[in-house]
C-alpha cells in the first residue's frame, strides 16, 4: 500500500497518470479491506478506470484485466487472465520483468514503452507504468497502460512539421550533446548527407561572435545559458565563422530549456534559429548607405517615452549622450523648431499620418546643423504607439542654397542687394502695415557713361564700386541700399521716426559725392541726381514708387544735376506729358504730322535774304500744335530724331528745288541736326543720297549741329564732318556760346560758320556781359575765318550793334519768324528781299 501511495504521489508520473493511479490504489484499497461484501464494488471500480489495468503476479502472470483492457487488447478476459503478460506482446524477451522489480524492489515505479497485440493481431504503442501491489495477499504489481497512439501520430505530426520548418532546430540533451537536428539545421549549417551533425558542429571547428564581433565563450552561447539560467534567451544574434571553408554565416537565436516532469533543472534545450546572413548583409549596407547619405534613423515609442536612435543619427545631432527620451532628442533644436517638431509628432499621435519637416539645430559641441526629419506612425499600429521616421543631415544643401539665396540677392559688382531682392523687400514693406512709411531714393550717377565711354568698362565698374561705398557709407544703418541698374541705386528707407528721413539721407548722399573719384591718375568729379517718393503719398506699389521717384530723379537731373528732388504731383503730370508725347512722336512721321517754316537769314547791312534755316513743326491731333523746344529732346531721348531728322532733311531739299523749279533762284537751306544723327554711320550718305535726289549742290545745304556732338564724339563723327564737308556742304556750330565752349575743336574741325546764340543777342546793346560774349564771339569767328550769323535779332537796336560788331548776317523777328513755304517763296519775290548770295 505504501508503494502505490507512493506511486500513487510520485511527480515523475504525468498529473492523469497519478490521478489513474491514485484512483486505482484507493480503489484496491477498499476492495481489499472490505473484501467481502465489497469485490463487487471493486469489480465494478475497476472496470470503470479508463485506461486498460492489469494486476501481474510476481513471475508475470496476469492475475487480473479490467474492462478497458478487454476493449483496448480486443479479447475476452479468459485469454488473457491466467497467462503470460507475453499474450499481448511476445516480443518481449523471457526476462523482461526482471528489470521492472528490480526497480520496484528499489521503491521506485517502473516505466516502459512498449508496443501491445490486441486479439486481432494488430498492434499499438502503450506506455506501462507498473508499481507494487499485494494481491490475494500475494505480491503482485499493478500495471496502468496508457494507449500513445494518439500521442505517436502527434509526435510523428511534430516530427514532420519540424523538418519541414525552414527555421533551424537543435535538440540538446543537458550534456549539450545534440540529440535532435532538423533538416533546416543541417542546411544551415552547410551540413551535407552522411554527415555527422554531432562532427561537424564540434566548437573548434568554428569562431563563434556577437553582433559586434565580439568572440564568445561556450558559456555564452544561448542554449547554454538556457540550460544553465532556465530562462528562455531570445533571439540572440551570432555570428559563426567556419574556419575552414571561412564562411560567415549569423543567425538569431532562440533557446528554450525544457524540464523533465518534475525536474528543477532543464532536461534539455531547444534552439530555433534563422539565417540572417542576408539580411545582415543587407542592413549592414544599408546601415553604411544611410550614412553615407547622412540618414538616419529614429524610432519614438510614445507609450514609454523612449527614443531609439541609429548610429548615424546620433552622429548628425551630433549628441554626446544618445538621447534616452523625446525631449532630450529635441533638446538640440533651435527653439521654434522643437515646438513645430513636438506639434507634428503631436498630431500623428492624435490623427496619424506623417510629417517632412527641415529643422536646425545645433550639436553638443555647438556646431549648427540643418535637418530633415521624415516621421509617420508605424504602420499597423492602431494606437499610435510608435513614430518612426528618417533624420538627415541637409546642412551642406542648405548652406548651398543659402549661398544661392544670397547671390540671387546680390548684385555682384557692388555686393549690394540687386533689383530683384529690393524689389522684393520693397513689396514686402509696402505690404507691412509696420513698415509702410516707406520712403525710396531714387540716386543716379551723372556723367557715368562718359567715364565708361572715355576710361572704358573696366574703369567703370571701378566707379560704380566706389559709388555703391560712398552712397553705403552716407546712409550707414539709416536705409537699405541696392543696386537697381547700370548706374542707378535705390535707398529704401523709414519715415515713420523722421519724416525727413529721406531729404537728409539725399544731402548726405550728396555730400558723399563732394570729393572727385580717382583712377590711376585721373580724377573725374561725379555727381548724382537724386529723386524721392514717399509712400503712400506718392504710391503704395513698388512699381509707382519707384516710377516716381525716377521721375523726380529725371526732374533733378535736367533742371541742375547733382541735386535732389521730391516728386510732386505737377512732376507726375509732367511726365504723363512727357510719355503722352513720346507715344505721340513715334508714329508723327508716318503720320505726316510734321511740316517745315523757314525763318529768313538776312543781310544785316542790305536786308536782303541770304539763306533760310528750317524750322520743324509738330501738329498732333491730340497735342495740338507743338513747338520744338517741347519735343525734339524727347525725340532725342527715344532715338526717334534720326527718322525725324532724316525726313526734315529731304523735305528741306524738296523745298529749295520746288522754289527753284519755281525761278526763285536756289535758297540755301539750314537744316538742324542733332547729336543723335552724327553717332550713326549714314548721315553723310543720306545726305549725299537727298542731295543727289533732288539735283542739288553741296552749297545749297547747310547743317546746324550743337556743341552736344563735339561732347558726344562718337567714333564717327570727324569722319562725317570730313565727308560732308566734300560734298559743300556748309557746317555751322548753331547756339554758340551757350554750351561747353571748349574753342579748340573750333580749329580741329572742318566748320565753315558759327551762330550766336539768341542768348547773347537779346542783352545787347545793353548788357554787359552779353556785349562782351558777342565781341568775343565776333573776334573768334574773324580769326578763324568763320562766317557768323547772329540768332534773335528782335530790335533795331540789336542790328544797329551787330553791325557795329562787324557781324554780317541777322536772324530774328526783326526780319521775319519761320514762314511757311508759300510765305517764305512771296518774300523771295519782293525786290528787297532778293536773294543775295554775298
Ligand atoms: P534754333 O536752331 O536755335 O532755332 C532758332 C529758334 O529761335 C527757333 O525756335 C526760332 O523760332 C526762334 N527764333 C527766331 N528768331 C527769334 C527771335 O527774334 N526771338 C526769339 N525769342 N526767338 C527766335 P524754334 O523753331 O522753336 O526752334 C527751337 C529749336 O528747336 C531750334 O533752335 C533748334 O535747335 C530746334 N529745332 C528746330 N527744328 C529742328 C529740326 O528740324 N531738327 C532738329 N534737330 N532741331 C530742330
Ligand atoms: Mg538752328
Ligand atoms: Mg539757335
Not at 524492489?105 to 514503452?113: A, K
Not at 516532469?261 to 534545450?269: H, I, L, S, Y
Request: proline share 4%; with cysteine.
Amino acid at each position: 500500500m505504501a508503494s502505490l501511495d507512493k506511486a500513487g504521489a510520485d511527480p515523475a508520473l504525468d498529473a492523469p497518470t497519478r490521478t489513474i493511479m491514485t484512483q486505482a490504489a484507493a480503489l484496491l484499497r477498499a476492495t481489499i479491506t472490505q473484501k467481502h461484501w465489497a469485490l463487487l464494488r471493486y469489480r465494478a471500480l475497476f472496470d470503470a478506470v479508463p485506461d486498460p489495468v492489469s494486476i501481474l503476479s510476481e513471475d508475470g502472470t496476469v492475475l487480473d484485466l479490467n474492462k478497458a483492457g478487454m476493449t483496448a487488447y480486443k479479447r475476452p478476459r479468459a485469454a488473457i487472465v491466467g497467462k503470460n503478460i507475453n499474450v499481448l506482446n511476445p516480443e518481449l524477451p523471457h526476462d523482461h520483468m526482471t528489470p521492472v522489480w528490480e526497480a520496484l524492489n528499489r521503491g521506485d515505479t517502473y516505466v516502459i514503452e512498449v508496443t501491445n497485440m490486441r486479439g486481432d493481431g494488430t498492434r499499438f504503442p502503450v506506455e506501462v507504468h507498473s508499481a507494487n501491489f499485494v494481491f490475494d495477499g500475494r505480491k503482485s504489481l499493478v500495471a496502468v497502460a496508457r494507449d500513445l497512439s494518439k500521442r505517436r501520430e502527434a509526435e510523428l505530426r511534430y516530427r514532420e512539421l519540424m523538418e519541414v520548418i525552414d527555421k533551424g532546430i537543435l535538440v540538446q540533451n543537458s550534456a549539450r550533446d545534440i540529440v535532435y537536428a532538423n533538416r533546416a539545421a543541417m542546411r544551415i549549417f552547410g551540413i551535407g548527407e552522411g554527415k555527422r551533425l554531432a562532427d561537424e558542429l564540434q566548437l573548434d571547428r568554428w569562431r563563434i561572435v556577437d553582433e559586434h564581433g565580439h568572440e564568445l565563450s561556450s558559456e555564452a552561447l544561448p542554449a547554454h545559458r538556457a540550460l544553465q539560467t532556465g530562462q528562455v534567451v531570445e533571439s540572440m544574434l551570432m555570428g559563426l565563422y567556419h574556419r575552414q571553408s571561412k564562411q560567415l554565416i549569423w543567425l538569431t537565436v532562440t533557446s528554450v530549456p525544457q524540464f523533465a516532469p518534475g525536474g528543477e533543472k532543464p532536461a534539455q534545450v531547444t534552439s530555433i534559429f534563422s539565417d540572417v546572413t542576408a539580411l545582415k548583409r543587407d542592413s549592414a549596407l544599408f546601415d553604411r548607405a544611410q550614412s553615407l547619405a547622412h540618414i538616419g534613423g529614429w524610432e519614438w515609442d510614445t507609450g514609454r517615452d523612449l527614443v531609439y536612435l541609429t548610429d548615424e543619427a546620433i552622429r548628425i545631432l551630433g549628441a554626446l549622450q544618445p538621447p534616452a527620451n523625446i525631449e532630450e532628442m529635441l533638446s538640440c533644436l533651435r527653439d521654434p523648431d522643437r515646438r513645430r517638431f513636438r506639434g507634428a509628432m503631436q498630431k500623428v499621435v492624435d490623427t496619424g499620418g506623417g510629417f517632412d519637416l527641415e529643422l536646425q539645430g545645433s550639436r553638443d559641441d555647438g556646431h549648427p546643423f540643418w535637418i530633415r526629419v521624415i516621421g509617420e506612425a508605424e504602420a499597423g499600429d492602431p494606437s499610435t504607439s510608435r513614430i518612426t521616421g528618417t533624420l538627415q543631415d541637409i546642412s551642406a544643401d542648405k548652406r548651398a542654397e543659402e549661398t544661392l539665396r544670397i547671390q540671387a540677392r546680390t548684385d555682384p559688382l557692388t555686393g549690394l542687394m540687386n533689383r530683384d531682392a529690393v524689389l522684393n523687400e520693397l513689396g514686402t514693406r509696402l505690404i507691412d502695415p509696420v513698415h509702410a512709411n516707406v520712403a525710396l531714393l531714387y540716386i543716379d550717377l551723372d556723367r557715368f557713361k562718359t567715364v565708361n565711354d572715355v576710361l572704358g568698362h573696366s574703369a567703370g565698374d571701378e566707379l560704380l564700386m566706389q559709388a555703391a561705398a560712398r552712397i553705403q557709407g552716407a546712409v550707414g544703418t539709416e536705409g537699405l541700399v541696392a543696386r537697381f541698374g547700370g548706374d542707378e541705386f535705390l535707398v529704401l528707407c523709414d519715415t515713420s521716426g523722421d519724416a525727413e528721413q529721406p531729404e537728409h539721407l539725399a544731402d548726405a548722399v550728396l555730400a558723399a559725392f563732394a570729393d572727385s573719384f580717382r583712377f590711376d591718375k585721373d580724377e573725374f568729379a561725379i555727381t548724382a541726381s537724386i529723386g524721392i517718393s514717399r509712400a503712400p503719398e506718392d504710391g503704395v506699389r513698388p512699381q509707382q514708387l519707384i516710377q516716381n521717384a525716377d521721375i523726380a530723379m529725371y526732374d533733378s537731373k535736367h533742371r541742375a544735376r547733382n541735386g535732389w528732388q521730391a516728386f510732386t504731383p505737377d512732376l507726375a503730370r509732367r511726365q504723363q506729358d512727357r510719355l503722352q508725347i513720346e507715344t505721340q512722336l513715334r508714329r508723327a512721321v508716318d503720320n505726316n504730322e510734321f511740316r517745315l517754316v523757314y525763318q529768313p537769314q538776312v543781310d544785316l547791312r542790305r536786308g536782303q535774304i541770304v539763306a533760310a534755316e528750317a524750322l520743324i513743326r509738330w501738329q498732333n491731333h491730340q497735342l495740338g500744335e507743338l513747338r520744338p523746344d517741347l519735343f525734339i529732346s524727347h525725340a532725342e531721348t527715344t532715338g526717334d530724331i534720326v527718322r525725324i531728322g532724316s525726313w526734315v532733311l529731304r523735305e528741306a531739299c524738296r523745298q529749295v528745288r520746288e522754289w527753284h523749279d519755281m525761278g526763285l533762284g536756289i535758297v540755301r537751306v539750314a537744316v538742324n541736326v542733332s547729336y543723335r544723327q552724327f553717332a550713326g554711320e549714314d548721315l553723310a550718305e543720306n545726305v549725299r543720297a537727298v542731295l543727289a535726289e533732288y539735283e542739288l549742290p553741296g552749297a545749297a545745304l547747310e547743317l546746324e549741329f550743337t556743341e552736344r556732338v563735339l561732347i558726344e564724339d562718337a567714333p564717327a563723327t570727324l569722319k562725317t564732318f570730313a565727308e560732308l564737308r566734300a560734298l559743300g556742304v556748309l557746317l555751322t556750330i548753331d547756339d554758340f556760346g551757350e554750351g561747353y565752349s571748349a574753342l579748340n575743336y573750333l580749329r580741329r574741325l572742318p566748320i565753315h560758320g558759327l551762330k550766336l546764340s539768341q542768348l547773347f543777342t537779346e542783352g545787347v546793346p545793353n548788357n554787359r556781359s552779353d556785349v562782351a560774349v558777342c565781341q568775343a564771339v565776333s573776334a573768334i569767328a574773324r580769326s578763324l575765318g568763320l562766317g557768323l550769323v547772329a540768332e534773335g535779332v528782335e530790335s533795331e537796336a540789336q542790328r544797329q550793334f551787330l553791325l557795329q560788331l562787324g557781324v554780317p548776317v541777322g536772324q530774328g523777328f526783326l526780319f521775319a519768324p519761320g514762314l511757311t513755304p508759300d510765305e517764305f517763296a512771296s518774300r523771295l519775290r519782293s525786290p528787297e528781299e532778293r536773294v543775295s548770295n554775298g
